[in-house]
């Protein structure tokens, strides 16, 4: 069992960058997939990247791709998300979450068994 918690949300204007953290608790966060996740409210969790238990390979929604970096540092039991060109449609809560099977980089959230509490993101236009 794994256990996520998330920091690195705040404000930010449009255009600027934020860098998400997800810290694993336990000893085990290396045999895990992760990702990220977003929700915006009245909004379905939407899918925004994935990378494997070594992080040699990544995934990532279209609606990112080019702004966003999802990395991982096994050593320090901690997933990172570099968020730059913030969007005002990038406004959501982002929770990362962790996946049993490790190299899947799944798009769906039912794949993933362990979840952070989430932490705001806001883009001011």
């Known amino acids: 069992q794994v256990q996520l918690v998330e920091s690195g949300g705040g404000l930010v204007q449009a255009g600027g960058s934020l860098r998400l953290s997800c810290a694993a608790s336990g000893r085990t966060f290396s045999r895990y997939g992760m990702a990220w996740f977003r929700q915006a409210p009245g909004k379905e969790r939407d899918f925004v990247a994935a990378i494997t238990l070594s992080g040699s390979s990544t995934n990532y929604a279209d609606s990112v791709k080019g702004r966003f970096t999802i990395s991982r540092d096994n050593a320090k039991n901690t997933m990172y998300l570099q968020m730059n060109s913030l969007k005002f449609e990038d406004t959501a809560v982002y929770y990362c979450?962790?996946?049993?099977?490790?190299?899947?980089?799944?798009?769906?959230?039912?794949?993933?068994?362990?979840w952070g509490q989430g932490t705001q993101v806001t883009v001011s236009s």
């Open positions: 979450a962790a996946d049993q099977t490790p190299y899947r980089l799944s798009w769906a959230p039912g794949e993933y068994e362990y």
